[in-house]
């Protein structure tokens, strides 16, 4: 009761401690509680989880800019979990099948889904941007130092 009343704990919290209070009466001091048999299981509430409609979405992702739309379209569009966005690397994108290679997900394992159309353009555009970068600082930096500096890709 007082974990429930005064604790405000969660019911599988609940739960777990009065099995614990059972356990140490039963098997390690032998000793039984019959009224704390009688006690309720607290119960876990039933909630639905709250879920954007499809408008709430399509705005939702139409205001991000950037790498962080390209995620959330990756999360949205794929289901690639968060940390597997992180992990992409351009040799695991198939443009071609339009495929890509969740390396190393859930459970440690690889696993490939598609790549939906939606999302090549935003995605070439992307690695299109990322790949320019090095080659503008290396003719900025050669131009203005009057120094060879090497890029590696």
């Not at 099948?97 to 889904?113: F, H, N, P, Q, S």
Request: proline share 3%.
């Amino acid at each position: 009761m007082h974990l429930a009343v005064e604790g405000k704990v969660a019911a599988s919290t609940q739960n777990q401690a009065k099995a614990a209070v059972l356990f140490l009466y039963r098997q390690v001091l032998n000793q039984q509680l019959p009224w704390l048999e009688n006690v309720e299981q607290a119960k876990v509430s039933k909630r639905l989880p709250i879920v954007l409609t499809v408008n709430e979405t399509r705005a939702l992702l139409d205001h991000l800019k950037g790498v962080h739309k390209l995620q959330a379209n990756l999360l949205y569009g794929i289901g690639m979990r968060f940390m597997e966005t992180m992990r992409l690397r351009v040799k695991d994108i198939d443009f071609e099948r339009r495929e890509i290679l969740i390396r190393d997900g859930k459970g440690a394992k690889d696993r490939v889904t598609m790549l939906p159309a939606t999302l090549v353009d935003l995605l070439q555009r992307h690695l299109l941007r990322i790949c320019l970068i090095p080659v503008t600082i290396f003719v900025l930096c050669r131009s203005c130092l009057g120094i060879r500096i090497s890029v590696r890709r």
